[in-house]
């Protein structure tokens, strides 16, 4: 999960969140952080099998962890960009006031701009 802080169209901060099996729960970690290549098969097997179980539980304690951070940003709304199935459900949590709009498509392996110029249009950028 990234969340992308931008102002008229330029970024200003982001922050990425990925979910900790050890912790059970959302961690954030560096925009730049990779995962260590060993047992990477293994991780997403695991993730895979377990996704589908726990999505909507993960989503649900997204949620307030993303309205903490608009409004700490003092945004009033917000893009959600991901696959329809994970901005389905993660936008069921969150106040409606502050979905300004979904990108339904899986831009996650995306550079920042080009997540930018798909949720703006390039002629806004």
Known sequence: MLLIDTAL???????????????DDWVQRDAGHTSAPGGADTAADEFDRRFEENMQRWYKKLAPILTKELKSRNLE?????????????????????????????NLGSKPTHEILNTVYGESLR
């Open 9 to 23: 169209g330029e970024v200003r901060d982001e922050l990425k969140f990925h979910w900790s099996f050890e912790t």
């Open 77 to 105: 709304d917000a893009y959600f960009v991901g696959s329809k199935e994970m901005t389905d459900e993660l936008t069921q949590h969150i106040d409606d006031s502050k979905i300004r709009g979904k990108v339904q498509k």
